[in-house]
């Protein structure tokens, strides 16, 4: 399978300086509904918003000196970001309905996905030894709370 | 005699079986983990420390402890073999451990690395053992202001880790706002939970750690770990250094502990600080620093000593202040806090037997960890050879299944994959987000202290001034911050200047 791979020929330091900027404008706003209070009795809303503003004065400063720098390209792996994440929302959602075993070898199977060398078989027997293996030590070892089959 | 008597309690408290087991099996699965390419010792912990909600607080941070140092020593073999290193402090092991192991000195190099390791332990514990009581007694003496001061100390030390000081503060900043999560401890107020009734006690430590230092460095790791070069054999014989080795690795050690300790005390530097010191310190003084980075001896032997002595002393104010010597103990300090046992400088004279025990059973574990590795070399070795594609999905599920037993929530799960994508995204924008996780550990502790101290001064900002601790704390606090402004504007002109030679030429 081919993995997508997203290549971003940008400065890094400016999408992080505005990366920054962004994250904390966002903590600014949201944080503006809570109390403010003053330097006696401070508001739960004080040290939020003096953080943001931290927040996106450090990120100014950083997008502004990244201006000296030359630019770099950045290799993002989109591939294998969405096949972990989606192993895992799939773990998630299948453990509670489907049980430890089901929900481990569909997350295997999928996770597997993100490794360019693996052939079927050889992702259906992991998926297998690790179900198995999970659900011993966790359901029959250390008696977790959870069920480990369908039902 | 106070130290004999306290190592007496300590060796009570200590040698009991289930002490004794869970110190085994700290050190077991800690080497283990740590061993599996691509995984450090921070992944080990908050991989283990779920677990540990299974069992006493003591036994809890006994086998902590132990799977630390485990796991820092068994990253150094990857690291050595593989030149994988899992942590800032084992890409120092890397330098010129890898070059010995391609020189076919594999062998000496783990044998250095194990008694250099064992070496720097206890030269950290007796630090550990006479300084922590003062420590603790001065401790009693702070009050809200000296708090806040001490942590503001450590995390502007905690800067000084990146690469870039202005990027390592902007990840503390960002480690303090995501501990604003959850509820206001003074006003009650809900803060940042997006609608989500699960976030009203707070992101979980154990979510961010594992979607931080698991799910972000599998995405990153996958299709880049390459083990099949490893083919050497070893002998038992084949390990043992000549005595030219003995002669060079020995000064370094002690070197290297003494600068570990050093660095290992103060709040917010840890072992990754202190190993490239003990590395520059041995090749700046080394008669011939041209052999540095082909294999070294020395350069094995310093660092990891280093790294070993700090990996104790760290427990320093740990234990007696409840600051985090460094990311690790960020993590240890939460555990404890989860636990119920809140250290400070009352640790000591409440709970002797918890403090003394903890000491007693490091001891036992470094002892374990070389009785572990010198026998048993080849068994972890082979373990160096699984293959990255049968691991992650494995580490995926325990990493799953971990988060999930917390708090018996599909939730967090969720919150992992978020932070594993966000933290993936800032390893690429080349931030190091172990500063975050410092940040957000100390976040609380912060808020209470500064909000104590305001409360108590009617919200006068002079108070941090007015008291001699705290004055003094704040004067240590701004002459690092001026280094490290002065440092990376002389590196800034340095870079800009080569740039325009290169320009001219």
């Given at each position: 399978m081919v993995m997508r791979k997203l290549t971003l020929k940008v400065n890094h330091e400016l999408f992080g300086g505005l990366l920054l900027i962004g994250i904390g404008a966002y903590a600014y706003y949201h944080g503006q509904q809570y109390a403010f209070g003053s330097l006696a009795r401070m508001g739960p809303g004080f040290l939020p918003q003096v953080l943001s503003m931290m927040?996106?004065?450090?990120?100014?400063?950083?997008?502004?000196?990244?201006?000296?720098?030359?630019?770099?390209?950045?290799?993002?792996?989109?591939?294998?970001?969405?096949?972990?994440?989606?192993?895992m929302v799939l773990f998630a959602m299948l453990l509670r309905p489907a049980g430890l075993f089901t929900a481990a070898f569909v997350s295997v199977v999928v996770s597997s996905w993100a490794d360019r060398q693996i052939t079927w078989p050889g992702r259906i027997v992991l998926a297998l030894v690790v179900a198995g293996l999970a659900s011993l030590i966790f359901i029959v070892g250390l008696g977790m709370n959870m069920p480990l089959w369908w039902g | 005699m106070d130290v004999i008597a306290n190592l007496g309690i300590g060796l009570q408290a200590a040698l009991t079986p289930t002490m004794l087991w869970y110190c085994f099996v700290g050190v077991l699965l800690g080497t283990f983990i740590g061993v599996l390419p691509g995984i450090g010792p921070l992944a080990a912990?908050?991989?283990?420390?779920?677990?540990?909600?299974?069992?006493?607080?003591?036994?809890?941070?006994?086998?902590?402890?132990?799977?630390?140092?485990?796991?820092?020593?068994?990253?150094?073999?990857a690291a050595i073999l593989l030149r994988l290193p899992g942590t800032a402090s084992s890409a120092v092991a890397c330098i010129d451990g890898n070059p010995m192991a391609r020189n076919g000195r594999a062998g000496v190099a783990l044998f250095i690395t194990t008694i250099a390791s064992f070496a720097g332990a206890i030269t950290g514990l007796i630090i550990l053992i006479f300084f922590s009581p003062y420590i603790a007694k001065l401790g009693l003496k702070f009050g809200s202001a000296e708090?806040?001061?001490?942590?503001?100390?450590?995390?502007?030390?905690?800067?000084?880790?990146?690469?870039?000081?202005?990027?390592?503060?902007?990840?503390?900043?960002?480690?303090?706002?995501?501990?604003?999560?959850?509820?206001?401890?003074?006003?009650?107020?809900?803060?940042?939970?997006?609608?989500?009734?699960e976030l009203s006690s707070g992101l979980s430590l154990v979510a961010l750690a594992m979607g931080i230092f698991g799910v972000a460095d599998i995405i990153r790791n996958i299709n880049t770990i390459d083990t099949s070069g490893l083919s050497q054999r070893f002998t038992l014989r084949s390990m043992l250094p000549s005595r030219e080795d003995w002669?060079?690795?020995?000064?370094?050690?002690?070197?290297?502990?003494?600068?570990?300790?050093?660095?290992?005390?103060?709040?917010?530097?840890?072992?990754?600080?202190?190993?490239?010191?003990?590395?520059?310190?041995?090749?700046?003084?080394?008669?011939?620093?041209?052999?540095?980075?082909?294999?070294?001896?020395?350069?094995?032997?310093?660092?990891?000593a280093a790294n070993n002595a700090s990996a104790q002393t760290a427990f320093v104010p740990t234990l007696t202040l409840g600051i985090p010597g460094d990311i690790t103990m960020a993590l240890i300090l939460g555990a404890l806090i989860i636990h119920g046992i809140t250290p400070g400088p009352q640790?000591?004279?409440?709970?002797?037997?918890?403090?003394?025990?903890?000491?007693?059973?490091?001891?036992?574990?470094?002892?374990?960890?070389?009785?572990?590795?010198?026998?048993?070399i080849g068994i972890w070795i082979s373990l160096l050879k699984i293959p990255y594609r049968l691991l992650y999905p494995t580490i995926l599920i325990f990493i799953s299944v971990g988060v999930f037993s917390v708090s018996n929530s599909t939730f967090d799960i969720y919150t992992v994959v978020g932070i594993g994508v966000l933290g993936y995204l800032l390893n690429m924008l080349r931030f190091d987000p172990a500063p975050l996780l410092l940040g957000f550990i100390l976040g609380p502790l912060m808020e209470e202290h500064f909000r104590r101290a305001m409360l108590l001064s009617r919200g006068n900002l002079e108070t941090f001034i007015d008291r001699p601790?705290?004055?003094s704390i704040l004067v240590v606090t701004a002459i690092?911050?001026?280094?490290?402004?002065?440092?990376?504007?002389r590196r800034r002109l340095r870079a800009l200047n080569t740039a325009k030679e290169s320009h001219v030429s």
């Open positions: 927040l996106c004065t450090m990120g100014g400063i950083l997008a502004i000196t990244s201006q000296l720098k030359p630019s770099s390209a950045i290799d993002l792996q989109l591939g294998q970001v969405l096949v972990v994440a989606a192993s | 912990i908050s991989l283990l420390l779920p677990i540990t909600y299974y069992i006493g607080p003591q036994e809890a941070i006994v086998m902590l402890a132990g799977v630390y140092y485990g796991a820092q020593y068994g990253g150094s073999t708090y806040f001061a001490l942590m503001l100390l450590g995390l502007v030390a905690a800067c000084t880790f990146s690469d870039s000081p202005l990027k390592g503060g902007a990840m503390v900043v960002l480690g303090l706002l995501l501990s604003m999560i959850g509820t206001d401890v003074n006003t009650g107020v809900i803060r940042y939970t997006f609608g989500f009734f002669r060079l690795s020995l000064p370094s050690m002690a070197r290297g502990s003494a600068i570990g300790s050093f660095f290992g005390t103060l709040p917010g530097t840890g072992a990754s600080i202190s190993s490239f010191m003990a590395y520059a310190t041995e090749k700046k003084i080394a008669k011939d620093p041209q052999r540095f980075g082909k294999g070294a001896i020395e350069g094995v032997a310093a660092p990891e640790l000591i004279t409440s709970q002797p037997e918890l403090f003394w025990g903890l000491i007693v059973s490091f001891i036992i574990g470094n002892i374990l960890l070389v009785l572990f590795n010198i026998p048993m601790i705290s004055l690092a911050v001026c280094f490290i402004i002065a440092s990376s504007v």
